[in-house]
């Protein structure tokens, strides 16, 4: 059996972050994501669009399964978006080379320190994330707010529209940080590059090259140290212990999900960034098969949907649906009477809809009340989240605060029962430490969104929080592994 001496399993914000950390200490590193490279070239046409959509828009689909278009017949392909079903909640989640990174609104975004309060241990120091570890994260992926001439644009009506209501209300609103080139931006506005962002296409993958993917930014410099492989369509399938460490066992896949082997390797440091869905079932049916038995009983509790809501708006002055994105506006309602929440502008491609309306995500202080349960009859674990909680329903009613307020529009829809940020499974300090070493196995590691344990991320997308959480954790945990290894 090979031995490998680090295997990260994913290539998300965690797995992109643990393997450059381990790369500049000198640990040779493995990374295995179940998902294809997807390298931007001039040609753009990389990825799969709304106007015709393929097989590269849906992780092993023969429907397209992204929110704003679902059910279209495509080919059954190694794509870049799933969506996890579970039992009151639909997970939708990246794969390939960048995880979540290649198909996000590039948002990040960090709590308020009052927020981040509710949500998170008291023992997680703000100020240290505060000063050191987002800060990072930042600088590791590249961000910057919206600049005033692309906001300016024609193409962005529907962001100045949240923006002068929210100020027109007395509601704090403002730009958020993202991770993209805004002169592959303004290229697009230009004319000089075929429009992708701008004319909404986010969710299927940027073929201009705007966003600054983990595969361009975290993972190509760990690549570049030579320390670290990347190995593309390889399915972790199963972890256990040895005598020496842990056997993983994987399938490696062609592009269209057919398994052309199945092997096992070895590995005494293992980290788990397969993102909060995949690296919490993993770890549940290993508990539950008694390949790890040690496994804490918080393992697959304390998840959480972020709080999140697709909402629809209608009746607004002219918006330009489906145009001006990614997201780069927010409303702060975090002092509402309700419930606190953030609602940011998505523009939705293709979903028909009129002018004067817009498609927004919510984020709220969501429950922790999500959990995973193996069924040995199928050999599967499924997700159960309780969508009638009034913890959950709480969240609606908030923004439904919010817009009343704002007076404007009317509210065609909000609908709970889809997120795109799954954040917890494996909680930080209860099912690990304090720096996502799991609890009774020495070597295992979760640096992943598995880690959030307190349901969301506090009113904001998770990427931002998730990256400084696995910062934080690999650079406590690195120096154990170089040291281990120079004894
Ligand atoms: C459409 C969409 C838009 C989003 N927009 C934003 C945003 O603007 N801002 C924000 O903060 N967050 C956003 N998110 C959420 C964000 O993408 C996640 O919070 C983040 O990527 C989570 O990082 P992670 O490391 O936990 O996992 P991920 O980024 O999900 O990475 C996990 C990786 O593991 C791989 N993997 C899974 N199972 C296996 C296996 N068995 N073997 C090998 N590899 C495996 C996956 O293919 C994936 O590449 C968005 C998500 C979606 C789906």
């Known amino acids: 059996m090979n031995e490998i001496e680090a295997l990260v399993v994913g290539s998300g914000f965690g797995g992109a972050i643990a393997a450059l950390r381990l790369a500049e200490a000198g640990v040779r590193t493995v990374v295995m994501e179940r998902g294809r490279r997807w390298p931007v070239t001039g040609a753009h046409d990389t990825f799969a669009t709304y106007d015709k959509p393929d097989g590269r828009a849906a992780w092993l689909s023969p429907v397209t399964v992204a929110p704003a ?3 279209v017949p495509i080919d059954v392909y190694t794509g870049v978006l799933e969506r996890v079903r579970g039992d009151g909640i639909d997970v939708l989640v990246g794969a390939g080379v960048g995880g979540g990174s290649l198909v996000y609104n590039t948002v990040l975004y960090q709590p308020r320190r009052d927020m981040f309060a509710r949500v998170f241990p008291s023992w997680l120091d703000y100020d240290e994330l505060d000063e050191v570890w987002y800060p990072k994260v930042r600088e590791g992926v590249g961000v910057a707010t919206m600049p005033a001439d692309v906001l300016a644009h024609e193409h962005y009506r529907g962001q100045r529209v949240l923006l002068e209501e929210a100020s027109a209300a007395g509601i704090p609103a403002r730009l958020f940080e993202l991770g993209l080139d805004w002169d592959v931006i303004r290229a697009e506005l230009a004319g000089a590059v075929p429009p992708s962002l701008i004319a909404g296409q986010v969710w299927y993958g940027s073929n201009s090259g705007a966003k600054r993917s983990l595969d361009r930014t975290y993972l190509a410099r760990a690549e570049a140290t030579g320390k670290v492989e990347v190995l593309p369509l390889h399915v972790v399938t199963d972890v256990h212990e040895n005598d020496h460490g842990f056997v993983v066992a994987y399938d490696e896949i062609d592009d269209n999900g057919r398994v052309l082997a199945h092997r096992d390797v070895h590995t005494r440091h293992l980290f788990l960034t397969a993102g909060s869905v995949a690296t919490t079932r993993l770890l549940v049916r290993a508990r539950e098969t008694g390949a790890l038995p040690k496994l804490d009983d918080a393992v697959g509790t304390r998840w959480g949907a972020n709080g999140d809501l697709v909402i629809i708006r209608s009746g607004l002055p002219p918006t330009g649906p489906g145009e001006g994105g990614p997201a780069g506006a927010v409303i702060e309602d975090l002092d509402n009477p309700v419930a606190p ?11 028909g809809m009129p002018e004067g309306s817009m498609g927004l995500i919510g984020m709220g202080l969501g429950p922790a009340k999500g959990s995973f349960h193996y069924d040995a009859g199928t050999d599967a674990v499924g997700l159960r989240w309780p969508s009638t909680d009034p913890g959950v329903t709480v969240i609606a009613d908030g923004a439904r605060s919010t817009f009343d307020r704002i007076g404007a529009g009317k509210i065609e829809a909000v609908d709970a029962g889809l997120t795109g940020h799954p954040c917890g ?10 720096y996502g070493r799991v609890n009774g196995y020495p070597g295992l590691y979760v640096v992943d969104g598995a880690l959030v344990p307190g349901g969301s991320a506090a009113c904001t997308n998770p990427a931002l929080t998730i990256g400084a959480l696995a910062e934080r954790a690999m650079a406590a945990i690195v120096p154990g592994i170089v040291e281990e290894q120079t004894a």
Request: net charge negative; glycine share 8%.
């Open 69 to 71: 278009q679902e059910d």
């Open 341 to 351: 929440v953030a609602l940011a502008c998505m523009p939705i491609p293709q979903a």
């Open 425 to 434: 499974g494996v909680p930080l300090g209860l099912a690990t430490d304090r």
